[in-house]
């Protein structure tokens, strides 16, 4: 026996309703109070699972649409986890202090300017680094040499010139472009007759490289 108002039916009750909605739909007079509880019933029940699959749907196609875009994250996540590797590589086979292991690995995370370590003379730490790095990456990208010949051996070079031609030549992720670059907001050529020197050495080199690598 049903209770009435118990907010539930018995397998005769549905039974019941299959019944009148198959008379129904023959005779083409289906029941209001069959649309007004039944269906009512019905569509509680599968409401959610409808939705839950359309928003999976959703996710699954945005998903699909970022990986799309720019390479895709996971094309960029391999590229990060990549440099990630060749920065702890180099860390490693330098031999950089632990004093020092934090804010080396940062500037060369973030392309930075590396700065002075006082436990491990900074051009022996920037060459290593240097061949390290560079050398699994871009060769066409300006390496410790190239700065010991433009930065150490031009002399009249203004204080301020110098250390912007060392931090920048000795920063192994800096592209051969935003080296000179750093160098030339600094340099001045009008001031002092070594800026000029160290800037012509750079174009120099510029081109040496290019017609080296084929640029």
């Given at each position: 026996m049903q209770r009435e108002g118990a907010?539930?039916?018995t397998a005769k009750d549905r039974l019941k309703i299959v019944r009148q909605s198959i008379k129904g739909m023959v005779d083409g007079n289906i029941p209001h109070s069959l649309f007004t509880s039944h269906s009512h019933?019905?569509?509680l029940r599968y409401s959610r699972s409808c939705i839950c699959c359309l928003l999976w749907t959703l996710i699954l196609f945005i998903t699909v649409c970022l990986q799309e875009v720019n390479g895709g994250p996971v094309k960029r996540s391999k590229r990060a986890q990549s440099k990630e590797w060749l920065i702890k590589l180099a860390l490693t086979r330098c031999k950089i202090p632990s004093s020092c292991w934090n804010s080396v690995e940062r500037s060369l995370t973030e392309d930075k300017q590396v700065s002075v370590c006082q436990h491990m003379d900074f051009y022996v730490m920037m060459?290593?680094?240097?061949q390290i790095v560079l050398s699994r990456t871009n060769a066409t990208d300006l390496n410790a040499k190239t700065g010991s010949v433009c930065?150490?051996?031009i002399s009249d070079v203004s204080i301020s010139c110098q250390v912007a031609c060392r931090s920048a030549l000795y920063a192994p992720t800096l592209t051969h472009?935003?080296?000179?670059?750093?160098?030339?907001s600094i340099c001045d050529p009008t001031g002092t007759e070594g800026d000029g020197k160290v800037l012509n050495?750079?174009?120099t080199t510029s081109d040496w490289l290019r017609e080296k690598y084929k640029l």
């Open positions: 907010g539930c039916t019933m019905l569509g060459d290593c680094l240097d930065c150490e051996t472009e935003k080296k000179k670059n750093r160098i030339r050495c750079l174009d």
